[in-house]
């Protein structure tokens, strides 16, 4: 079992004990339900050390949340990781946001710009996670009756409380097994969270532009302004 593994067990565990108020009706989590193919991409891709760790917020419905992979649109860990696995699901599943797998036929917008620029810069997945690798802070998808997406940072005071501090402790764990010299937060919230966790003593932090189509400025080129992030950073692509 590789160390990424036990990392990823060991927080699975942590948050599958919480419990989650409204408007939070469903909470999904891919580390047990997506488990096959989640692990296959920490025992592929996530041997250390690597150069950047990209962090991002928490599983997308049409992302993680079908294939157990950050960022993971389907088409792009399928048929460019070659990433593929029986996926389970949820104890109790949103009518609205049924968990499909590998059969799921929407797209995970942020997950193909991420993987996309992955794939047009780098080629093969192996060029890329010679020196990158892509993690999510919290593992939970929080769905509100709706079928709504409800972010980490938008719950209570009190729920973040007894979340943040496993998924800090997730984070750190993880990048002591990855030892890069740059952690890089897919957004600002995830930014601030790896400041929380890693502090001062760790590798250097910085941030790039969220890939999400709700972003306006994402929606004006999202890998320009991501490479233009990264090389203000100092890492050259």
Same mark, same amino acid.
């Given at each position: 079992?590789? @160390? %990424?593994?036990?990392?990823?067990?060991?927080?699975?565990?942590?948050?599958?004990?919480?419990?989650?108020?409204?408007?939070?009706? =469903?909470?999904?989590? $891919?580390? @047990?339900?997506?488990?096959?193919?989640?692990? &296959?991409? &920490?025992?592929?891709?996530?041997?250390?050390?690597? *150069?950047v760790?990209?962090?991002?917020? !928490?599983?997308? +419905?049409?992302?993680m949340?079908?294939t157990?992979?950050?960022?993971?649109?389907?088409?792009? /860990?399928?048929?460019?990781?070659?990433?593929?696995? $029986?996926? *389970?699901?949820?104890? *109790?599943? =949103?009518?609205?946001?049924?968990?499909?797998?590998?059969?799921?036929?929407?797209?995970?917008?942020?997950?193909? #710009?991420?993987?996309?620029?992955? #794939?047009?810069?780098?080629?093969? +997945?192996?060029?890329?996670?010679?020196?990158?690798?892509?993690?999510?802070?919290?593992? %939970?998808?929080?769905? *509100?009756?709706?079928?709504? !997406?409800?972010?980490?940072?938008?719950?209570?005071?009190?729920?973040?409380? /007894?979340? %943040?501090?496993?998924?800090?402790?997730? &984070?750190?764990?993880? /990048?002591?097994? %990855?030892? $890069?010299?740059?952690?890089?937060?897919?957004?600002?919230?995830?930014?601030?969270?790896?400041?929380?966790?890693?502090?001062?003593?760790? +590798?250097?932090?910085?941030?790039?532009?969220?890939?999400?189509?709700?972003? +306006?400025?994402? !929606?004006?080129?999202?890998?320009?302004?991501?490479?233009?992030?990264?090389?203000?950073?100092?890492?050259? &692509?």
């Amino acid at each position: 079992m590789s @160390e %990424l593994v036990k990392v990823s067990r060991a927080l699975s565990r942590a948050v599958s004990k919480l419990e989650f108020s409204g408007p939070v009706t =469903h909470v999904y989590n $891919p580390l @047990e339900y997506a488990r096959g193919s989640h692990e &296959l991409y &920490l025992s592929r891709f996530g041997t250390g050390p690597k *150069e950047v760790v990209l962090v991002g917020m !928490n599983p997308g +419905p049409f992302g993680m949340g079908q294939t157990g992979v950050p960022f993971g649109d389907v088409g792009f /860990v399928r048929d460019w990781m070659g990433i593929e696995a $029986p996926i *389970e699901r949820p104890a *109790e599943e =949103h009518p609205k946001r049924p968990v499909l797998g590998f059969e799921c036929k929407r797209s995970e917008v942020s997950g193909s #710009r991420l993987w996309g620029w992955a #794939r047009d810069r780098f080629g093969a +997945p192996e060029r890329f996670f010679s020196r990158f690798f892509v993690v999510n802070y919290c593992p %939970l998808l929080f769905i *509100e009756a709706t079928g709504r !997406n409800r972010t980490p940072d938008k719950l209570s005071a009190d729920e973040r409380g /007894v979340l %943040l501090p496993a998924c800090d402790k997730a &984070l750190r764990a993880a /990048v002591e097994v %990855l030892q $890069p010299q740059l952690v890089v937060g897919v957004g600002a919230w995830a930014t601030k969270r790896a400041l929380a966790a890693l502090g001062s003593d760790g +590798p250097h932090i910085g941030t790039v532009l969220h890939p999400s189509p709700a972003s +306006p400025k994402a !929606n004006r080129g999202w890998a320009r302004q991501a490479e233009s992030d990264l090389r203000r950073l100092g890492i050259e &692509l």
